[in-house]
């Protein structure tokens, strides 16, 4: 499992995290709008198997920003695998409390905003935008205008979407991933 988590450079692995970014994305899409509540098993399925492909983005960004700031890097991590597991037992109808899982992936934003601006491989916009995106998911959380929760979602999906292309088409700047490593 080790081994399939840190890739043989990093900007490979950082092509994978992208390439799972995006079975993520696309599978969550199909799920609600090809499949929808209507056929609740294969629904819950899909599910699922997105949650899956989430849980291997979140590993995989622990991984590469690990070396930018491990304790903050940890915190991302574990808030995005709780509101995975809250997901996940909601769906399987074994979650004690409803808890919106916006509560788990605003801050999970925020980190990864975080990282990514105090990372040097990546560029520093996209950590702005995962940054924004996540308030953005907090403010979800309140009941906001309806105007406003379109242009929410639409900077989430553009931020997380943004993230996910440059990981497939760019990865990361390799020197100063490796640099940054060693330090």
Same mark, same amino acid.
């Not at 509540?37 to 294969?42: P, V």
């Not at 997901?87 to 925020?110: K, T």
């Given at each position: ?70 304790? !903050?890097?940890?915190? /991302?991590? =574990? $808030? ?10 909601? &769906?399987?109808? %074994? @979650? ?13 934003? !925020?980190?990864?905003? /975080?990282? =990514? $601006? ?10 702005? &935008?995962?940054? %924004? @995106? ?13 105007? !406003?929760?379109?242009?929410?979602? =639409? ?11 440059? &990981? ?16």
């Amino acid at each position: 499992m080790a081994k399939w988590l840190s890739a043989s450079s990093p900007r490979a692995g950082a092509r994978i995290t992208g390439i799972l970014y995006l079975l993520y994305f696309l599978t969550a899409v199909a799920d609600e709008v090809l499949i929808g509540h209507g056929r609740l098993a294969l629904y819950e399925a899909a599910d699922l198997i997105a949650h899956a492909f989430y849980v291997a983005v979140t590993l995989r960004f622990y991984f590469l920003f690990r070396p930018v700031n491990r304790p !903050l890097s940890l915190m /991302a991590a =574990i $808030v995005s695998l709780a509101g995975c597991a809250n997901d996940i037992l909601d &769906l399987l109808n %074994l @979650a004690p409390y409803r808890i919106n899982s916006l509560v788990f992936f605003g801050p999970y934003c !925020l980190l990864i905003g /975080a990282l =990514i $601006v105090r990372s040097t491989f990546l560029p520093r916009i996209l950590g702005v &935008l995962m940054a %924004l @995106a996540g308030i953005g998911w907090l403010i979800l959380l309140l009941p906001p205008p309806i105007r !406003l929760t379109i242009y929410l979602k =639409i900077l989430g999906v553009v931020a997380e979407a943004s993230l996910m292309l440059w &990981l497939i088409v760019k990865g990361v700047d390799e020197p100063r991933c490796t640099e940054q490593a060693t330090l």
